[in-house]
């Protein structure tokens, strides 16, 4: 984590703002795995910002490395050999996903621009388009191989398994979504416990 906490742009923002991104002289490299605490707050808000939960978040300054545009609440998987790097939307179960900043506008990050992701604490998430069950408030989610970008349920039997699905499914990477959706929902408010957080 830098010892500064001010963000080098706002939630809401890339690093390029839509400008010209020159693959041969990349800005924000300087900026790459910069971690801030902030807190949980409604961005989009003009002027004063309301409050979402109250809880502190962690976001990571990430480059954008899918080769398209990664979009609001997105869950992404970063490059095992690049921490810093946004590698894929989330398409492998067993690999734990983050979340794109929610607040970026429609369009998204674009391919080599920079933007944050949450990698500790609540935030709004993609989930799988509205054709699975009901599910309450506390229960699991991670990356769908079906439907890519999006989290989906996992079902934990007992604490025996919610062992093993931390140590052998996700690791140290994991979501839960805090309340409980209706099959229709393909937003929804989770909590990330990343192997990024500090």
Excluded at 36 to 60: H, P, Y
Excluded at 177 to 191: E, L, Q, W
């Amino acid at each position: 984590m830098s010892r500064d906490n001010s963000l080098p742009f706002q939630r809401g923002m890339t690093g390029y703002q839509g400008g010209v991104i020159d693959t041969a002289n990349l800005k924000f490299e300087d900026l790459l795995g910069q971690i801030k605490v902030i807190e949980d707050k409604k961005w989009a808000d003009l002027g004063a910002k309301g409050d979402f939960s109250g809880c502190t978040i962690e976001i990571m300054d990430v480059s954008n490395k899918t080769g398209g545009p990664v979009t609001p609440g997105q869950a992404v998987e970063m490059n095992p050999e690049a921490p810093f790097e946004i590698q894929r939307t989330a398409q492998t179960i067993n690999i734990g996903a983050v979340i794109v900043d929610e607040f970026l506008p429609a369009a998204g990050c674009p391919n080599n621009d920079v933007c944050f992701v949450v990698i500790r604490g609540p935030c709004t998430a993609k989930l799988v388009p509205g054709n699975v069950a009901d599910q309450a408030g506390g229960t699991y989610w991670r990356g769908d191989s079906t439907s890519k970008g999006v989290l989906v349920p996992v079902v934990v039997a007992d604490d025996k398994a919610i062992a093993a699905f931390h140590q052998a499914a996700v690791g140290p990477t994991w979501n839960m979504i805090t309340i409980a959706k209706n099959a229709g929902t393909v937003d929804g408010r989770v909590y990330v416990r990343s192997k990024y957080s500090g």
